[in-house]
């Protein structure tokens, strides 16, 4: 009776590391899903190295734009489109979640960033070092060249010491306004700049003459110009290179080391070839 009841314990707490084993294990295993994953193919970047609204939301908030064709721009359905756009989507993607797009002026996304009221701006800010006084950037994801266009019959300016005297246009804290204040004004002497919030005005105002140049690089010109039949030229050679890159809020190295992670999977795995390709019809210039 005795080695009955023996057997009986040792049945029942057999049975009962058992169960224990198992559940451990379906723990352990619920708990390596609960990470965020990104794409076939893609690194994900762990929760930890993303800000808690993003990680609660699953949401990225993008800010740009949205007035910059080919970079970010409103397409037929009224969606935000173009590289940027497919750039944002993409990181998104491999960080575990999904971008969510904020339009706004140009002049806006800095202080929106600031205030937390975006998680990241994608939208051709160009990396300098006064900005990188205010906000943080990742990698560059993009080289513009820039050049002077005016209008068709305009063949008095072809070069920077041209602008003697003349209107400038320029968007509104852009770095192309910052270069013309800061560089080209004081080595070509005095002439007029005038800002705008979008680049379509500008070119606009360049085809009626209410300016006489501007400057913006190659990319975003055929676009603009093609849709809008705007009769405004590019002249000479480039005047300089802009590389751009995704702006964060300061002091969050862990959020931006997983977007410049996710940038360089991009790069690594073509993907970024066949975004820059779709945009721009070429191959992306070597770095």
Known sequence: MKSSKKSLILTLTAILLLTLAIAGCGKRAEDQG?????????ASA?????????????????????????????????????FDAD????????????????????????PSLQAGNIDVIISQVTITDERKAQI?????????????I???????????????????G??????????????VLPKVGSFEIKTYDDVITSLADLNTGRIDATINNMYALKPIVDKNGFKIKAV????????AGIAVKKNNPQFLAA?????????????????????FGEEPPKE
């Open 236 to 243: 000479g050679e480039p005047i300089k290179a802009d590389r």
């Open 150 to 168: 005016v209008g068709a019959n305009n063949n008095s300016i072809t070069k920077l010491e041209d602008f003697k005297g003349q209107k400038i």
């Open 34 to 42: 609960a990470s965020p994953s990104a794409s076939a193919g893609g």
């Open 170 to 183: 320029v968007g509104l804290g852009t770095n192309d306004e910052a270069y013309l204040r800061k560089e």
């Open 259 to 279: 977007l410049d992670q996710a940038l360089t999977d991009i790069k690594a795995d073509g993907t970024y070839n066949t975004i820059f390709k779709k945009w």
């Open 136 to 148: 943080d950037f990742t990698q560059p994801y993009i080289t513009n060249s820039v050049k002077i």
């Open 87 to 110: 750039i944002a989507k993409e990181v998104a993607k491999r960080l575990g979640v999904k971008a969510e797009f904020a339009p706004q002026d140009f002049s806006g996304l800095i």
């Open 46 to 82: 762990p929760a930890a190295d993303l800000p808690d609204q993003v990680k609660s939301s699953g949401v990225l908030k993008v800010g740009l734009m949205g007035t910059y064709a080919p970079y970010n721009f409103l397409n037929d359905k009224q969606e935000i489109d173009g």
